[in-house]
Each structure stands twice: as C-alpha cells, then as structure tokens.
C-alpha cells in the first residue's frame, strides 16, 4: 500500500485511535472507573488526535493534498478505529468478562435493553459520528491556514512585481 494514499494513512491513523482507546480502556479497568461510563468522553480527546496526526500525516507526505484526501483519511480513521473498538467490546462483553455485562444491565436506566451488540452499535455511532464532526473541524481548521499562507503568498509576489 502506498504511503500516500488514504486508505494507508486512514488505516494506520484508525490503528492509533484503536490501540489509545484500549490503553485508556484498560487505564480505566485498573483503576477500577470502568463503571463510570460518563468517561467515555474522554475518548473524544483520543478520536481527535487520531484524526489530526491522520490528516496531518497524509498533508506532509502528499504535495498535492487536497480537501478531500483530508476527508477522506480522517473518516477512514474514525470507522475502522470505531468499528475495531466496537469488536472489542463485543468479545470483552461476551467472553473476557460477561459480568460486567450483567453489571451494566443492573445499573444503566435502559440496561435491560443492552446486549453486547447494542452497545457495539452505540461505541460504533459515538465513534464514527465524532470523528466524522472532528474530520470535518480539523479539514476546515487546515483549509484556513492553508489559505492564510496561499494569500501571503500572493501578496509577496505582487509586492515584488512592483
């Protein structure tokens, strides 16, 4: 696989985000805070940062970066790095410790809803939705510097004409 296309660096980019959710997965297990699932926010920071150092990565390696590599790389990251977290959960849920499972049932308002799959499907949503509103706020964020320095550009080559 080229290391300057998309898929390369989505899927490298997905790979981080996957093995820093575990990290904190298995932080938060050790420091028994498993059961907060209100930490789950944390996980924004991790989604973010995947996708920033994604599109960053592919920008150094690609002169001719455009809006849509970026895209493209950034929500290649947030799915397969979701999608690998939802797995996971799924085997964590059903065969590491099932227990936890018939924890979060007797805790959670809406726990008798829950099986392992629905709370893959809902890591999945959380996942991909963030990282696709991150994708979309770190492109818009490169697309202005990148701008700036496009007019600055411009106005020292129109200063030299002269």
Same mark, same amino acid.
């Given at each position: 696989?080229? !290391?300057?296309?998309?898929?390369? #660096? +989505?899927?490298?980019?997905?790979? %981080? ?11 938060? *297990? ?5 059961? #907060? ?5 944390? #996980? ?5 940062? +995947? ?5 960053? @990565?592919?920008?150094?390696? @690609? !002169?001719?970066?455009?809006?849509? !590599?970026?895209?493209?790389? +950034? ?5 397969? *790095? ?6 996971? @959960?799924?085997?964590?849920?059903? &065969? &590491? #410790?099932?227990?936890?499972?018939? $924890? ?14 629905? &709370? ?5 949503? $959380?996942?991909?939705?963030?990282? %696709? ?14 701008? @700036? ?8 080559? *129109?200063?030299?004409? !002269?």
């Amino acid at each position: 696989m080229d !290391k300057k296309s998309i898929e390369f #660096n +989505g899927l490298i980019g997905g790979l %981080f985000i996957f093995i820093g959710l575990l990290i904190f997965f298995f932080i938060m *297990s050790l420091l028994g805070l498993v059961h #907060n699932l209100e930490l789950r926010a944390l #996980n924004l920071f991790i989604m973010a940062g +995947g996708v920033y150092f994604s599109i960053k @990565n592919i920008k150094r390696r @690609n !002169k001719d970066f455009d809006y849509l !590599k970026g895209m493209g790389t +950034g929500f290649l990251a947030a799915i397969s *790095s979701s999608l690998a977290f939802a797995l996971f @959960n799924i085997l964590f849920l059903t &065969v &590491v #410790n099932p227990d936890f499972m018939t $924890e979060v049932i007797a805790e959670e308002p809406f726990g008798s809803y829950l099986t392992p799959f629905t &709370v893959a499907i809902v890591i999945l949503m $959380e996942g991909v939705a963030s990282g %696709f509103l991150f994708t979309f706020g770190i492109m818009q964020w490169f697309k202005r510097r990148e701008g @700036n320095r496009k007019a600055v550009y411009k106005q020292e080559d *129109s200063s030299e004409r !002269k």
